[in-house]
């Protein structure tokens, strides 16, 4: 049945339908109430404060950390006509009061402006001689001091119901678990909020883990079944972002760094690329991501282990926001582990603060070394189940064997204890295997009655052995030992064989999918194939036009329905999905002559 909103929705954005609560969240606040949104990335929040904003009075005010996501999501809104700006820093002081004026004058339909900004006297001013149609406060978890992405400005929002207790406020977030979400609550003085919680689930993301081996080689092998796509690749430090991106490029591999040591200027020059260009791969560290809006990103891959789930389930996120398929890599070992714990136990954080990240920290190690499908696991981290095996992940694609390792992880111990709970893993294996060495030696460790006992096993099955009793909290980091492991008191009941010890076998080569076969991003029939690519340079030469990223004109999903319609006539490409009326008048004709061209 038709409404206004479902009007506004095919007008303007060129959609027939809302997807999944979109409908109930718009016309709850439209209404003039107030909301909570938990949406998954790419499940389409923007247009759940979007479409109430153009069917209120007055000027949505979108309040954003990130300057990046503000540029692009107003560039997009512009193409479909709407008048949309933003205030930063990026602005000069003439274009600046240009804007200001025309929310004063009632002439912006959407403004986007960040939470420092919207703070100020002068901000705050310029919104009491306004007429406001709501407030959304994007990217809600920042709230959170125990969150991955905290931001303190977040916590004076609730300026905005004092002031304007008659305003519709609506947080939205796509990382928030049920703790989380009722700090957001309490945090925006949003009690009384109605709360809109999708799935988390990304179904076209498929997820795999693998063990650290050769690392290089491992992410070289995983990148050969994504060539000349856009992806991001997350590393522990800057030092490390750096080299990757260098081998990367000496691979022959489109590949950039970004972290937060970088110049400014040089930061910003290679987001810009990452944004425009095609088959871009971005090495960066966290400080990269949040408000990224490009919706062809084909991988996230990480090098290192995250800190936490909602760290991983934010950066993998940003994968697929299009919908289509993509994937989630993380290639992690027992160092990572170490040097993480470090970090926890040797940071100036309080002892809250540290036991909560221990916590978050074993969460995902417990996903990582799961034999489950990880993406039960992974949406039980927040709060939601999933009934069944998603046939996605490499759990289901190649289910892991498990085996009785209660012997080898009671030998393990025992050479940790007799060893005197200081050594690293690599030590412990070569007392385990029976190295001869000269550390050995001199230390006396080749008298123990641990030495040469674990020459069944190879070091990398022995470093898995570790690896998962670390997992498991039987074995945990010394802070003050450089990584030496010692026991836990979980330990005691191991080894005195009151508990079985059942592993995940580690997989015997270290190229676990060499055999692999490219997964492409967008499907397109191979039929179609020819005017797909000739939809794409148009839209390339477009966006080289004017300056912009080639999906805000168009996403590949749009050119595909495209090619797969061929409309001959502008009428009929307005039946095209995505397609709304201010681009179908902007760029109907040049899209109805390729078709025509291509027969």
Not at 231 to 242: A, D, L, T
Not at 510 to 517: A, I, N
Request: glycine share 8%; aromatic share 6%.
């Amino acid at each position: 049945m038709s409404s206004p909103a479902h009007d506004l929705l095919k007008r303007v954005f060129g959609y027939d339908d809302f997807r999944g609560p979109q409908q109930a969240i718009i016309e709850h606040v439209a209404a003039g109430n107030d909301a909570l949104v938990l949406m998954p990335t790419g499940g389409g929040k923007s247009l759940c404060y979007q479409v109430p904003s153009l069917l209120r009075e007055g000027t949505g005010i979108v309040i954003s950390p990130l300057i990046a996501l503000m540029q692009d999501q107003v560039e997009a809104l512009r193409q479909l006509g709407v008048r949309a700006e933003f205030l930063n820093s990026t602005l000069d002081a003439e274009t600046a009061a240009r804007v200001e004026r025309e929310l004063l004058s009632g002439e912006l339909e959407l403004l986007y402006v960040a939470p420092e900004r919207l703070l100020t006297g002068r901000f705050l001013s310029l919104l009491e001689r306004s007429r406001i149609a709501l407030f959304a406060i994007d990217e809600a978890h920042c709230v959170s001091q125990w969150g991955h992405d905290f931001r303190p400005e977040y916590r004076q929002l609730t300026v905005l119901h004092e002031r304007w207790p008659q305003v519709p406020r609506l947080a939205l977030t796509a990382t928030a678990d049920p703790p989380t979400q009722r700090e957001i609550a309490e945090r925006l003085d949003l009690g009384s909020a109605r709360h809109f919680v999708s799935s988390f689930d990304r179904p076209n993301i498929r997820y795999t883990v693998v063990q650290k081996d050769n690392a290089r080689r491992q992410l070289l092998d995983f990148l050969k079944l994504h060539r000349d796509e856009a992806g991001i690749i997350y590393c522990m430090s800057r030092r490390k972002v750096e080299e990757t991106a260098e081998f990367l490029c000496r691979e022959g591999i489109n590949a950039l760094p970004y972290h937060a040591g970088m110049p400014a200027e040089v930061r910003a020059a290679n987001q810009r690329r990452f944004l425009h260009e095609d088959g871009i791969v971005m090495c960066a560290t966290i400080a990269f991501g949040m408000g990224i809006d490009k919706p062809d990103v084909r991988f996230v891959a990480h090098t290192d282990l995250p800190k936490s789930m909602e760290g991983y389930y934010q950066e993998t996120g940003r994968a697929g926001r299009d919908g289509e398929p993509a994937e989630a890599w993380l290639c992690y070992g027992l160092g990572d582990v170490v040097l993480l714990k470090q970090m926890i136990e040797q940071g100036e954080a309080g002892e809250e603060r540290k036991q909560l990240e221990r916590a978050k920290l074993d969460h995902l190690l417990g996903y990582c070394e799961s034999m489950q499908c990880r993406r039960q696991v992974l949406l039980a981290g927040f709060g939601e189940a999933y009934p069944s095996p998603c046939g996605n992940c490499d759990n289901c694609l190649t289910p892991p064997d498990a085996w009785d390792a209660t012997v080898p992880a009671q030998k393990a111990l025992s050479c940790v204890y007799r060893s005197g709970q200081r050594f690293g893993v690599g030590h412990l294996i070569d007392i385990l295997r029976g190295s001869d060495n000269e550390r050995l030696r001199q230390l006396g460790h080749d008298q123990l009655s641990t030495y040469g006992i674990g020459k069944d096993l190879d070091a990398r099955s022995w470093r898995g052995v570790f690896r998962q009793l670390v997992a498991a909290s039987l074995l945990e980091v010394d802070p003050e030992a450089h990584g030496g492991l010692r026991l836990t008191d979980a330990s005691r009941d191991v080894l005195k064989g009151r508990r079985q010890m059942m592993m995940r076998r580690e997989s015997p080569s270290s190229r676990e999918r060499e055999r692999g076969t490219p997964r492409s991003g967008v499907p397109v029939q191979p039929q179609d194939l020819a005017l797909f690519q000739a939809l794409r340079g148009l839209r390339a030469a477009l966006a080289k036009e004017q300056n912009v990223p080639a999906f805000v004109i168009f996403h590949d999903s749009t050119l595909r329905n495209i090619a797969e319609q061929r409309p001959t006539s502008v009428a009929a490409l307005g039946r095209v999905g995505g397609i709304g009326g201010s681009k179908l008048a902007r760029y109907g004709e040049q899209l109805v002559e390729i078709v025509r061209e291509q027969g």
